[in-house]
């Protein structure tokens, strides 16, 4: 998504992170390309996508851009949209976490419901007192108990919708 870069110090991941906002025709493009890529060169048969935070939220556009093609899409505390008519588009499995004390709880909570009203399967997982980026075991909001329950979950529904 970064044109081949990447950072090892805050400040510069914010920089990239903040650039890939101006750019969401290429940072879309290149996930196609990725998508393309596993389906041929890797011929996979079924492909899910996942992602933390930002990379949450680009989870979601990767489903909503290959809304027949993406098998199963998992979205850890990222950005949502509630725009029900891009939503109704979505056929995969989605299952997403995110906790009470993130300013995007609400968010979930509301996709959540225009997901169930459109007969989608959504499954979201509410963390009491877990705030943004509480999986992150590197983070000074590190929440071990929810880290752990929401990748166990994540591991069985990657296993469910893509196989071993």
């Known amino acids: ?3 081949g870069k990447s950072a090892t110090q805050v400040r510069a991941a914010y920089e ?8 969401e ?20 048969t079924k492909i899910g996508v996942i992602g933390w935070c930002l990379g949450g939220k680009w989870s979601l556009k990767t489903a909503l851009m290959l809304p027949s093609e993406i098998d199963a899409t998992v979205i ?8 029900k008519e891009k939503l109704a588009t979505l056929d995969m499995p989605i299952i997403g976490f995110v906790g009470t004390k993130d300013r995007l709880h609400k968010e979930f909570i509301a996709f959540d419901e225009n997901m169930k009203e459109l007969g989608k399967n959504t499954s979201i997982h509410i963390y009491e007192g877990a705030k943004h ?3 992150n075991a590197s983070g000074v909001v590190y929440e071990p108990i929810a880290a752990e329950d929401s990748w166990r979950k994540t591991v069985i529904f990657l296993k469910a919708h893509l196989g071993n």
Not at 16 to 23: D, E, H, I
Not at 25 to 43: F, I, P, R, V
């Open 1 to 3: 998504l970064y044109d």
């Open 16 to 23: 990239l992170s903040t650039s890939l906002s101006s750019k």
């Open 25 to 44: 025709e290429q940072g879309l493009a290149n996930l196609q390309e990725a998508y393309d890529y596993l389906e041929t060169e890797m011929q996979a």
């Open 76 to 83: 850890y505390y990222g950005s949502l949209t509630d725009d």
């Open 133 to 135: 980026a509480f999986s």
